[in-house]
């Protein structure tokens, strides 16, 4: 991941080589095309950046922090508090990789650990697969599976037997929190899954064998030379997978219900940052309005790039030790 | 020293799926003895001492049949679990392989623990003896719970040394266990090895004709997966019975 910046200084110092003698016409076109391009991109974030700060001024210079803290979204009235669909996009995340992460990171021990090699390939590559699965499908899956079978089956006996915990209390409707949560831990899976198993992979037989060698059972085995070892590439894969959840759009806008407020029930709709702008962009009726969902994107993009900054790291850390 | 055999290997034959890469082999090692395997490359001698103790048939399409008998017990028995038989059984490999999320401590406890071990005062005092008897105990005495990887490559092949030494193993498998050192540090396990046996039964692997001259009491020739040779070391580097012995013993093949 980090030699991707290599190119760049190495191209240098061989066109400084090579002109001493006699420079090639076209590895230096080559070069410096690529130079350009590298830089470009790097640009283009930036102007990302920039492109949605100057939208959101109107809306931070007249909210400030209220924006962040203010908890009603009532476009009406103009007001705009973002706090609602904040807690919106934490707590669906939360609620998928509190999924994700023990199932994705269990089914890549089995397939990498246990697993016989046809099923290890096989079972790997179908949930590699559910990546490639387009976000509005997963929605309609929900709409018409899962919010259903949630409304209809799971959701009275939340209700009956978990009802005391404000978690699962109140009306439900099928959409909501969980409807999103759910559907978003399915969607991470493939993320947190597949790196784990890069990780479990590079770790050397030769650790396995040292605990075997010590009367390891293969459990013990799992959790001494393949867990621990990989503990933050794991904590890594996890982040990206929350990165990932944090701004999926479609399919969660599809099932949440979209109603901008804070309730404790998890059975009740809800508002994510990246769900308010796709309902609302097309029909912004003025400026501040416009504003502010560009302040919302501008949020959701300083904390995803925060977000898959620190997992980078994390996992690099790991694939450098 | 004691003559009765602990070690017994009764027609072992090894597989990789099809490919057969130990003939049926016996041999036997008498106890506190040094029993030392040389061979050419992939003659099949690291996968012999990878069979006793049944750790070659973690690999996937490897196993074994015939009988090993540790003790009097054939570990190849059905009823006979293979991880009891490693906790009885020690292995040192060829790299170094302490685990490096564990402190040089909880490296050399590591079996211990999973043997069940819990008191923190037992641990202390076997995790000393054992890196005394590996001859670590001066050089990490002060930072024991340092990294098992930050030490040098001779002394994490001591600190394996003395983790395979916690748990008292009856039975010391070594493979190779200083081709990746320096001649320094392993000169420091050849002698150490000369203090262990008088604890446990060694059987090593070597690719140095020296070391195996140096330090075991038996030698086995081995050649495409079969036992050529077995016998005294004395015997074997200086009147070999076969041909084939002689012409690698002195360097004329492999």
Redesign the interface.
């Known amino acids: 991941m980090q030699s991707t910046w290599y190119p760049i200084n190495m191209s240098r110092f061989k066109i400084r080589r090579r002109s001493r003698r006699e420079a090639h016409l076209g590895d230096l076109v080559f070069s410096y095309l690529l130079r350009l391009l590298s830089l470009g991109l790097a640009l283009l974030l930036l102007m990302i950046g920039f492109f949605l700060f100057r939208g959101a001024f109107a809306s931070i210079s007249r909210f400030g922090w209220d924006f962040i803290t203010g908890s009603v979204w009532d476009p009406v009235q103009e007001i705009f508090g973002s706090a609602p669909v904040l807690y919106g996009t934490l707590v669906s995340s939360l609620i998928a990789v509190i999924i994700a992460a023990p199932l994705s990171v269990g089914i890549a021990l089995f397939l990498n650990e246990l697993a016989p090699?046809l099923i290890s390939r096989s079972i790997g590559f179908l949930i590699e697969m559910l990546a490639a699965i387009p976000s509005v499908v997963y929605g309609l899956w929900g709409i018409f599976v899962l919010a259903p079978s949630l409304r209809t089956r799971v959701e009275p006996a939340l209700v009956k037997y978990l009802g005391w915990i404000p978690l699962f209390s109140g009306p439900f409707y099928g959409v909501g929190m969980l409807a999103a949560g759910l559907i978003l831990s399915i969607m991470i899976i493939p993320t947190i899954f597949s790196l784990s198993r890069e990780i479990f992979r590079t770790i050397?037989m030769?650790?396995?064998?040292?605990?075997?060698?010590?009367?390891?059972?293969r459990w013990?085995m799992m959790k001494?030379?393949v867990l621990?070892?990989s503990?933050s590439g794991i904590g890594g894969a996890i982040i990206l997978g929350l990165g990932r959840a944090l701004g999926e759009t479609m399919a969660v806008t599809m099932v949440i219900g979209n109603r901008a407020e804070i309730s404790a029930s998890l059975l009740a709709p809800a508002q994510t940052m990246a769900s308010v702008i796709a309902n609302e962009y097309a029909e912004a009726s003025n400026d501040i309005h416009l504003s502010s969902l560009i302040e919302i994107g501008f949020l959701l993009f300083v904390v995803t790039f925060i977000i898959n900054g620190f997992a980078r790291i994390f996992i690099l850390r790991e694939s450098k030790? | 020293m004691n003559t009765k055999a602990i070690l017994e290997v009764k027609d072992l034959h090894a597989w990789f799926g099809n490919t057969e890469a130990v003939k049926g082999v016996s041999l036997s090692a008498a106890y506190n003895a040094v029993t030392a395997i040389i061979g050419p490359s992939g003659c099949g001698k690291s996968t012999f001492i990878r069979c006793l103790n049944r750790l070659h048939e973690e690999l996937p399409g490897a196993y074994a049949t015939g009988h090993v008998l540790i003790e009097n017990i054939d570990i190849y028995d059905k009823k006979v679990d293979p991880v009891s038989i490693r906790r009885k059984v020690g292995m040192v490999f060829q790299k170094p392989n302490p685990f490096p999320s564990l402190s040089i401590f909880d490296n050399v406890v590591a079996g211990l623990k999973l043997a069940g071990v819990k008191r923190q005062s037992t641990l202390k005092e076997i995790a000393e003896q054992s890196l005394l008897s590996a001859a670590l105990w001066s050089e990490v005495k002060d930072k024991l719970h340092a990294p098992g990887t930050s030490l040098s490559g001779g002394q994490q092949q001591r600190l394996c040394i003395a983790r395979a030494l916690a748990v008292e193993p009856t039975v010391l498998l070594m493979d190779e266990p200083t081709s990746a050192l320096d001649p320094i540090s392993t000169a420091k396990i050849e002698e150490l090895m000369t203090e262990l046996r008088k604890k446990v039964t060694i059987v090593i692997v070597t690719h140095n004709m020296q070391q195996a001259a140096r330090i075991s009491d038996q030698t086995a020739f081995f050649l495409s997966g079969e036992l050529i040779e077995f016998g005294e070391t004395s015997q074997v580097f200086t009147a070999p019975q076969k041909e084939q012995t002689e012409r690698y013993i002195t360097g004329r093949f492999g």
Do not use: C, D, V, Y
């Open positions: 090699p050397p030769a650790q396995r064998e040292a605990a075997l060698a010590l009367g390891a059972t013990e001494i030379s621990r070892s503990k030790s």
